[in-house]
């Protein structure tokens, strides 16, 4: 508690890193707002950004023949950057917003007390104006989008509102993170394509099946907690049985992803990829350890590589068919 007290008066949340950009470059007075939309924690918007760049990826190197020319066979640089631009600001604004709802229930959460909002750091019209803000710069990146992405862009919403409060009337509230934190994965195809087809359903499925698993590790830092306010999770349901879930979600997300790639007919280093990322899931079951918060985390972030693994195996699959007529 002292810990916690003392870096709360340094504008610090407990569970925020040290020495991070943020603290460098930014005011004091800003820091709390950096910490509402988790600039200070990159893997937020990263796992958020993987089925935007995957989709993107894989619509590029759908359907190609060898002899297709390299520009085409990758994804569009500008849809790259948006969906990036796009990611960094609509995790900060989901954030936020979950931060506003759940103000009252991390007040009695040792490892989120310390966060802007219970802390008194930032009120809550601060907040709704930050909010405001960064939802903002969310629909200028999408607005460069066609219709079709724009439409689609949109639905996401209701799922992103309904999220903060599904911890407290079911036990899956990580499926509906999976919902939200998966809509790219239908986005990249959308600005592609203005459709979706089969590929683009499949890797969304896919990247649910994911999410589940990835967060179920990241909400075991918080079960004893959430016990104690009454916070639900797929922590707390699978329990013990965590390892087996996860074998089954991680299969799952990887039998989708090859199916996805599969329907696309995308070239073998796509599924090579898959293989390679197999590799750090397999690591998280195997090693996991259930009432180890410190580790939990370190394994949850460990999915940025799974991220990094799958979408250089798409790109290679570009290079590999455009350079196949020479070899």
Request: aromatic share 12%; charged share 15%.
């Given at each position: 508690?002292?810990?916690?007290?003392?870096?709360?008066?340094?504008?610090?949340?407990?569970?925020?890193?040290?020495?991070?950009?943020?603290?460098?470059?930014?005011?004091?007075?800003?820091?709390p707002f950096a910490q509402l939309a988790r600039w200070d924690r990159p893997i937020g918007w990263w796992l958020l950004l993987w089925p935007c760049w995957w989709s993107a990826a894989l619509a590029a190197v759908a359907y190609a023949r060898p002899g297709d020319p390299l520009a085409t066979l990758l994804p569009d640089p500008w849809h790259l950057a948006l969906f990036f631009v796009g990611a960094v600001a609509m995790r900060g604004a989901g954030c936020t917003y979950n931060d506003i709802v759940d103000a009252g229930i991390d007040a009695r959460v040792e490892r989120t007390r310390s966060r802007p909002l219970p802390s008194g750091q930032i009120g809550r019209k601060g907040a709704w104006a930050f909010l405001l803000a960064q939802a903002l710069v969310g629909l200028a990146v999408l607005l460069q989008f066609d219709g079709f992405a724009v439409l689609l862009g949109f639905c996401s919403l209701a799922v992103v509102a309904i999220y903060p409060f599904m911890k407290r009337i079911t036990n899956w509230p990580q499926l509906v993170l999976g919902l939200a934190f998966s809509w790219g994965a239908l986005m990249g195809w959308a600005a592609a394509f203005a459709d979706l087809d089969a590929p683009a359903l499949l890797l969304y499925a896919g990247s649910v099946f994911w999410v589940i698993g990835y967060d179920t590790i990241y909400a075991h830092q918080d079960k004893e907690d959430d016990a104690l306010v009454g916070v639900r999770s797929t922590a707390r349901l699978f329990g013990d049985s965590t390892k087996s879930w996860l074998i089954g979600l991680y299969a799952g997300a990887l039998i989708l992803f090859a199916a996805a790639f599969s329907a696309a007919e995308a070239p073998m280093p796509a599924l090579a990829g898959l293989l390679a990322a197999g590799v750090p899931m397999a690591r998280q079951i195997a090693t996991l350890d259930i009432d180890d918060p410190d580790q939990c985390l370190r394994l949850f972030k460990s999915n940025g590589m799974v991220g990094w693994m799958i979408f250089v195996g798409l790109l290679a699959s570009g290079f590999w068919v455009a350079l196949k007529p020479l070899v």
């Amino acid at each position: 508690m002292e810990q916690i007290q003392s870096k709360t008066a340094q504008g610090r949340v407990a569970d925020a890193p040290s020495g991070h950009w943020v603290y460098r470059a930014l005011p004091r007075p800003l820091w709390p707002f950096a910490q509402l939309a988790r600039w200070d924690r990159p893997i937020g918007w990263w796992l958020l950004l993987w089925p935007c760049w995957w989709s993107a990826a894989l619509a590029a190197v759908a359907y190609a023949r060898p002899g297709d020319p390299l520009a085409t066979l990758l994804p569009d640089p500008w849809h790259l950057a948006l969906f990036f631009v796009g990611a960094v600001a609509m995790r900060g604004a989901g954030c936020t917003y979950n931060d506003i709802v759940d103000a009252g229930i991390d007040a009695r959460v040792e490892r989120t007390r310390s966060r802007p909002l219970p802390s008194g750091q930032i009120g809550r019209k601060g907040a709704w104006a930050f909010l405001l803000a960064q939802a903002l710069v969310g629909l200028a990146v999408l607005l460069q989008f066609d219709g079709f992405a724009v439409l689609l862009g949109f639905c996401s919403l209701a799922v992103v509102a309904i999220y903060p409060f599904m911890k407290r009337i079911t036990n899956w509230p990580q499926l509906v993170l999976g919902l939200a934190f998966s809509w790219g994965a239908l986005m990249g195809w959308a600005a592609a394509f203005a459709d979706l087809d089969a590929p683009a359903l499949l890797l969304y499925a896919g990247s649910v099946f994911w999410v589940i698993g990835y967060d179920t590790i990241y909400a075991h830092q918080d079960k004893e907690d959430d016990a104690l306010v009454g916070v639900r999770s797929t922590a707390r349901l699978f329990g013990d049985s965590t390892k087996s879930w996860l074998i089954g979600l991680y299969a799952g997300a990887l039998i989708l992803f090859a199916a996805a790639f599969s329907a696309a007919e995308a070239p073998m280093p796509a599924l090579a990829g898959l293989l390679a990322a197999g590799v750090p899931m397999a690591r998280q079951i195997a090693t996991l350890d259930i009432d180890d918060p410190d580790q939990c985390l370190r394994l949850f972030k460990s999915n940025g590589m799974v991220g990094w693994m799958i979408f250089v195996g798409l790109l290679a699959s570009g290079f590999w068919v455009a350079l196949k007529p020479l070899v």
